[in-house]
């Protein structure tokens, strides 16, 4: 029988603010998993936790995320009963198991930075492109002190700069994702696959399952056995357009919080053809 670990992306892919959540019928059976500022700011659908507490109790659940270590620390999956051992934030930088984090890990990613620009060269490039009607002031921040992000006014970016920029990024081992009103800048060496196959490799794992919807997700997905991907977000966008490369990725037929449900049922189902649920 196979030893199966589920990875999977947290915001988008799994749980979801209130901008996803227009259908009535579905907002009255949404839950909770994220409190900040005085009130609930993410969720998920009942049948999703359900589903989710179920598999993490059959096989190795990891939420991996880009969020700092402050930000995954709000998610509570625990009130509902679901299992995550591990977990990888920082788009991959970070590995905690049972909440202590992997310090040989950690050593390993600041190691593998050393071939990426340093983040301050890097930050003042993208300056130069950067203007207040697309990015918004004072919304830059440098999270964990391993990758840059900060807010944008998608309709307003200038393409054909970004496009550049990106191209230039890229040649000094960064990556540029645009994921929602977030623009992030990520050294190539902190990266979800990673993690991921180390935690993998470390626990003796004979298959990896993946969900993802951005960019920063692509090569996790690409690594996995079986890669799900919902119908929305930067890799759906790239798949509508032909874009080689995502053959193998399984998109949903629903978006927004169902997809949620949708890409757990496919897990479910696939683990049950393998005979673990």
Known sequence: ?????????????????????????????????????????????????????????????????????????RINFLEYDILDRYAVTSNGGTIFYKGIEDKDWTNHVLKGMDNCMVARDLVHKFNEISHPSWVIKDSGKLADNLFYYCLIEREQIPLAELAAFKTWAGENNWELSVQGRKLYLVPKNVNKKAAILYIKEKEGMSCLVAAGDSLLDLDMLKAADLGIAPAHGELYALYLQGLLGLERIQFTHKSGIEAAEEILQVVAGSLSEEGVV
């Open 1 to 73: 029988m196979e030893t199966i670990l589920f990875a999977s992306d947290l915001d988008q892919t799994l749980i979801y603010s209130h901008r996803a959540l227009i259908d009535n019928e579905i907002g009255a059976q949404i839950r909770p998993l994220e409190w900040l500022n005085d009130r609930f700011i993410s969720y998920m659908t009942q049948n999703a936790l359900s589903m989710l507490k179920k598999i993490s109790r059959e096989v190795l659940f990891v939420p991996v995320t880009t969020r700092t270590k402050i930000q995954y620390q």
